[in-house]
């Protein structure tokens, strides 16, 4: 059974640097992309940043591109997302997701770490 | 980037009736980059087509997608007690992905 189970999320200062973690469990990691996507919570859902199964294609959004930093270990079956000088407006649900490819349809979704940016 | 349009916002239904969501994208997206989410009430979103038509496994026939282009439909035959929840687009195609609002599928 696949599963993606996501942790670091809390309550934190605007400006401060807070480092998210997915443990994955049930598949061969190091064959598939993986994804951070946010959701404000009754909102929509929004793309955060991919990476390639080989870290050597990496993609953000916009809105975190310069601030946020996705990383992954193929051994620890682990993905992470180093987010600095955060924002009232990253607050949000962050999903860890499994995709084929960098640019893929999602097939598995963690049930998601809550950030909250606020002073 | 890409942005997806659903409509309408809310479809509010019967068990047993058709629901016709809409999913516009600003650019032509191809086929192979479109899918459909459902999301319930406190639950994490679950795959339900990709590549525009085809289903993820386990999903009942009553859930088809169809279109081409910047116009996209998922249809649910009969909607069923379950299947009340939010349906979100997304495309693939283009960096960065992006998905759409969201279109509510209600009791009536």
């Known amino acids: 059974e696949v599963q993606l189970v996501e942790s670091g999320g809390k309550l934190i200062e605007p400006g401060k640097s807070l480092r998210l973690s997915c443990v994955a469990s049930g598949f061969n990691f190091g064959n598939f992309a993986m994804h951070w996507v946010r959701q404000i919570p009754g909102k929509g859902l929004e793309w955060v940043s991919g990476i390639s199964w080989d870290s050597t294609r990496i993609a953000y959004a916009d809105s975190v591109k310069g601030r946020f930093i996705i990383s992954r270990d193929n051994v620890r079956t682990s993905l992470h997302l180093e987010m600095n000088s955060l924002r009232s407006e990253d607050t949000a649900l962050y999903y860890c997701?499994?995709?084929?490819?960098?640019?893929?349809?999602?097939?598995?979704w963690g049930q998601g770490t809550l950030v909250a940016v606020s002073a | 980037e890409v942005v997806l349009t659903q409509s309408p916002d809310t479809l509010s239904l019967s068990p047993g009736d058709r629901a016709t969501l809409s999913c516009r994208a600003s650019q032509r997206i191809s086929t192979t980059y479109l899918a459909w989410y459902q999301q319930k009430s406190g639950q994490t979103p679950r795959l339900l087509i990709y590549s525009t038509i085809a289903r993820a496994p386990g999903i009942p026939d009553r859930f088809s997608g169809s279109g081409s282009g910047t116009d996209f439909t998922l249809i649910i035959s009969g909607v069923e007690s379950e299947d009340f929840a939010v349906y979100f687009c997304?495309?693939?195609?283009?960096?960065?992905?992006?998905f759409g609002q969201g279109t509510r599928v209600e009791v009536k």
């Open positions: 997701a499994r995709g084929e490819a960098l640019l893929s349809f999602i097939d598995y």
């Open positions: 997304h495309q693939y195609d283009s960096s960065p992905q992006t």
